[in-house]
């Protein structure tokens, strides 16, 4: 069970370029995701979308990539090789021309092929990916073993919280059997007072007509066991990996609404207020399986 929020970061440093990746994701119904990455490497942003997708199945995740450059630009100064191999051409040219005059070390400087080149990553982006991928995937890593570690505190939650409901239903079992009796006891009171006050002549057969009218009513134990599964159902759901949010939303769902049908066929205020520490405890867990993968 894991966490759609986490961050992740890997840090690399080349010849000439320091290396950030950074690595975010937060709830989303479904996957998106997006990448950030310097304009040498936009032909990579494929991979990255396939390395995210690979690992992950639900969030909005966000893959950024920064480089920086370690001082100055080697462009900016004269290659030495270059200028020796561009000063004996043109020598060799003087030379083929019987010019008397020797190459100005001025005309060698002006010329472009005595320049370094630029920097790796743009000579070779395949070349320098290599190492940037493996960054990308470190972050990645870094990010999952976050959702890990923050599904792991939701799983806690949700687990204790079922405790409450597993509690509060087994105070709902225990109160549902004095609700009859309480009724059938208020029922022979209303009838005693009748019959003393207008003479009226019930029937044990229609008494025992309307009690049984009310139990059948008021029979809450489909409702109690429906829920008592689905409690155990989310307990082994919890303990699944991959990924279990939306499963886990609809089970909240049906435990809601056999709260609700608990709450209003009781009719009792105990049974009730017992239902409402339940549905308090379940909104709690969806807010929470918004956050799960």
């Known amino acids: 069970m894991n966490s759609m929020t986490g961050f992740g970061r890997a840090s690399g440093r080349g010849r000439r370029f320091d290396i950030d990746v950074e690595a975010r994701s937060v709830n989303h ?11 040498v490497f936009t032909r990579f942003e494929g991979d990255v979308d396939r ?15 920064t480089m920086k ?22 020598d060799a040219i003087r030379k083929s021309l019987k010019i008397k005059e020797p190459v100005p070390f001025q005309s060698v400087l002006a010329a472009p092929p005595v320049w370094a080149s630029p920097s790796p990553a743009a000579e070779d982006p395949n070349r320098a990916w290599a190492g940037v991928k493996k960054l990308v995937e470190k972050a990645i890593n870094d990010l999952i073993r976050g959702r890990i570690r923050e599904g792991a505190g939701i ?7 079922l405790d409450t409901i597993e509690a509060a ?5 225990v109160r549902a059997p004095k609700v009859l009796e309480t009724y059938q006891r208020k029922l022979d009171e209303r009838i005693s007072a009748l019959v003393t006050a207008r003479g009226f002549d019930g029937s044990k057969a229609d008494l025992a007509k ?25 307990r082994e759901m919890v303990e699944e990996p991959g990924s279990i ?33 339940i549905k308090s405890e379940l909104e709690k867990i969806k807010e ?6």
């Open 29 to 39: 119904r479904f996957l998106s995701v997006k990448v950030n990455v310097p304009e």
């Open 51 to 65: 390395m995210v997708r690979s690992k992950m199945e639900r969030g909005s995740v966000n893959i950024s990539i």
């Open 69 to 90: 450059k370690m001082g100055p630009d080697p462009a900016l100064y004269p290659d030495p090789r270059q200028i020796r191999d561009f000063y004996r051409r043109l």
């Open 155 to 161: 799983r806690k939650d949700i687990l204790a919280r």
């Open 169 to 173: 239903a087994a105070q709902i079992l």
């Open 210 to 234: 309307e009690i049984a009218l009310f139990a059948d009513k008021s029979d809450i134990s489909e409702e109690l066991q429906r829920l008592g599964a689905h409690v155990g159902s989310c």
């Open 245 to 277: 949010g939306r499963r886990l939303d609809f089970l909240t769902q049906e435990m809601v609404r056999e709260t609700n049908t608990l709450a209003s066929k009781g009719g009792d205020a105990g049974i009730s207020e017992a239902a409402v520490r």
């Open 288 to 293: 929470q399986a918004e956050n799960v993968e």
